[in-house]
């Protein structure tokens, strides 16, 4: 497929309706669509699927994971063998988070200071450092189109006290990232802030203020999807987006359901991230046009409708109870047609998102999605 192609990064609306955006951002890897999904290859892979299927979803940019890559098979390494893209075979562009996440939940015997955060790699038990500077220079060895500075993931529950601490400390984390990823960075790469203050709207606010202050090509919501509760997500998601600059693409991370992303672009978020689909189709649960489905359910055993007919994925032509007998048989090729079905449905999703906005009828294409979906889970339970 032939991309277009630019030596800088730039971003662009091209229609609105209410707060949902339609836009674009220009790299020099190619045009990112949005609103836009990026399926997760946490170690330079999209579980499950080979680059060439993820393409043919699709698909504009992936993401890949910093502390996973740092810890195995090495930044260095990486850069040594001509850098991320060539490595996992992908020639769009790709997105790296920081790996704060990553240090807070997987890691043993964490001590956060100013500094950074020094840590036990789950991997081996090796004390690693992790500091804003070596964030971006992991990024930047590895040759991320986007990347993201390192932040405290903020536990939830938290009090404001510690909420504000935590927002304070990634501040300054964001501070010196800003100036390591000047000092490394190549032309065309983009660094986002990241919106911390957990559930607390006061603290998001002078979040988002501190981080335009500082300037970013991009904003990401942070530290949601994390136990706060559905109504109290979307609340701290339109606090956060109303603080911030229309002209700069918006990131909710680590976020999710079709209806969740759905609710978050209404509220004026621009791109996403999620294991999910990849994950459930490990689990075998499929998202399709009409609805989500669990293929381990006995209903399907005898069923000869295809997975999806509205899909125009291939996997989605298999019939349901084909992959009903392959996921009750542990066979590894149900795992991969579920997994290549999903990210496919998530792709669609954003292009018909991105079609309705253009039409200015996003309110209703969301109601139909979201009907079809509550539909599903009451057949399924």
Same mark, same amino acid.
């Given at each position: ?66 502390? *996973? ?19 996992? *075979? ?13 240090? =807070? ?23 690693? #450092? ?31 006290? #510690? ?20 000092? =490394? ?50 609340? =701290? ?45 490990? *689990? ?40 009903? *007998?392959?996921?009750?048989?542990? #066979? ?50």
């Amino acid at each position: 497929m032939q991309r277009d192609v630019t030596e800088t990064f730039a971003f662009s609306l091209k229609a609105c309706d209410g707060q949902a955006r339609r836009g674009e951002i220009a790299t020099p890897r190619g045009v990112i669509r949005t609103p836009a999904f990026m399926p997760v290859g946490t170690a330079a892979t999209v579980k499950a699927m080979l680059p060439e299927m993820v393409r043919s979803t699709g698909a504009d940019i992936i993401l890949t994971n910093t502390y *996973h890559l740092m810890l195995r098979p090495g930044a260095e390494r990486v850069a040594t063998l001509g850098g991320l893209h060539r490595f996992m *075979h992908w020639d769009g562009p790709i997105l790296t988070d920081s790996g704060g996440y990553q240090v =807070m939940s997987l890691a043993k015997l964490r001590r956060l200071e100013e500094r950074g955060v020094t840590f036990q790699s789950h991997i081996d038990g090796a004390t690693v #450092e992790l500091t804003p500077e070596r964030a971006i220079e992991v990024q930047c060895l590895l040759g991320a189109d986007i990347q993201m500075v390192l932040d405290e993931c903020t536990p939830f529950p938290a009090t404001r006290d #510690e909420a504000k601490a935590s927002m304070e400390l990634s501040l300054c984390w964001a501070d010196r990232s800003k100036q390591a990823f000047r000092a =490394m960075s190549a032309p065309g790469q983009a660094l986002f802030g990241i919106v911390q203050g957990s559930v607390y709207p006061e603290l998001r606010e002078e979040s988002a203020a501190a981080l335009l202050e500082i300037g970013f090509d991009g904003y990401a919501v942070g530290g949601l999807a994390v136990g706060e509760g559905h109504d109290t997500m979307l609340d =701290m998601t339109t606090v956060s987006t109303a603080a911030l600059p229309e002209d700069r693409p918006r990131y909710l991370m680590g976020v999710g359901t079709p209806q969740d992303m759905l609710a978050a672009i209404a509220r004026g978020i621009d791109m996403f991230d999620c294991v999910m689909p990849t994950r459930s189709g490990r *689990h075998c649960q499929a998202f399709t046009w009409r609805g989500r489905l669990n293929l381990r359910n006995a209903k399907y055993a005898d069923d000869p409708a295809p997975l999806d007919a509205e899909s125009a994925c291939p996997a989605a032509t298999y019939s349901r109870a084909y992959l009903h *007998h392959l996921v009750k048989s542990g #066979e590894t090729l149900g795992a991969m047609l579920l997994s290549w079905a999903n990210v496919q449905f998530y792709q669609e999703l954003m292009a018909r998102t991105r079609e309705a906005i253009e039409r200015g009828d996003f309110a209703a294409f969301a109601e139909d999605v979201n009907r079809r979906y509550q539909a599903s889970a009451d057949a399924e339970e």
